[in-house]
T-cell receptor, first 111, second 113 residues
Framework: EPEVTQTPSHQVTQMGQEVILRCVPI?????FYWYRQILGQKVEFLVS????????KSEIFDDQFSVERPDGSNFTLKIRSTKLEDSAMYFC?????????FGPGTRLTVT | AQSVTQPDIHITVSEGASLELRCNYS??????LFWYVQSPGQGLQLLLK??????LVQGIKGFEAEFKRSQSSFNLRKPSVHWSDAAEYFC???????????FGAGTILRVKS
């Protein structure tokens, strides 16, 4: 069964550093998403991407964040200058139509 | 704005007992409704979804959910819980396909033997 994959599974970085989280969505899917889950809190939407552009973003998704689909398979989330409060599990998801399939997540730890 | 309420943070049931996890949503129209499960250290797995039609939907792992428009609820049920069902369960809504999911806070299910 096709699945969404994410790399790395765990990323440790120092405050102020740039990080890139990578996702490979399911190949025939058209919609792509990033969510995050701070430890002990609910899953929060960050951004959605369709037709090579951002279709919606949350207030969390400020200028420090960007997304890109650099080729036909990868979907990346970049945080330019990480803060301590960016520590969270980041989930990528993709959908063809109505059902979003989630990847296993990348745990980002900012020290 | 859409919101999802899962009033129970933790629920403990005995193995073999029935289970009901509550979910209420706030939205002007009938949204798309989902239940996801997250095991420790894992991603989110879709259990079931409701878009329209029959208000009782069947999902994977023996779960079902009933949509009640009058109560704005979408409660998840299972007639007999197994120890492997211990996990966190999230209810989520979206206004239509391609839109963001809005999640509830989750309910942690513990199963005692």
């Amino acid at each position: 069964e096709p699945e969404v994959t994410q790399t790395p599974s765990h990323q440790v970085t120092q405050m102020g550093q740039e990080v890139i989280l990578r996702c490979v969505p399911i190949s025939n899917h058209l919609y792509f998403y990033w969510y995050r889950q701070i430890l002990g809190q609910k899953v929060e939407f960050l951004v959605s991407f369709y037709n090579n552009e951002i279709s919606e973003k949350s207030e969390i998704f400020d200028d420090q964040f960007s997304v890109e689909r650099p080729d036909g398979s990868n979907f990346t989330l970049k945080i330019r200058s990480t803060k301590l409060e960016d520590s969270a599990m980041y989930f990528c998801a993709s959908s063809e139509w109505d059902e979003q399939y989630f990847g296993p997540g990348t745990r980002l730890t900012v020290t | 704005a859409q919101s999802v309420t899962q009033p129970d943070i933790h629920i403990t049931v005995s193995e073999g007992a029935s289970l009901e996890l509550r979910c209420n949503y706030s939205y002007g129209a009938t949204p798309y409704l989902f239940w996801y499960v997250q095991s420790p250290g894992q991603g989110l797995q879709l259990l079931l979804k409701y878009f329209s039609g029959d208000t009782l939907v069947q999902g994977i792992k023996g779960f079902e959910a009933e949509f009640k428009r009058s109560q704005s609820s979408f409660n998840l049920r299972k007639p007999s819980v197994h120890w492997s069902d211990a996990a966190e369960y999230f209810c989520a809504v979206a206004p239509m396909y391609g839109n963001k999911l809005v999640f509830g806070a989750g309910t942690i299910l513990r199963v005692k033997s």
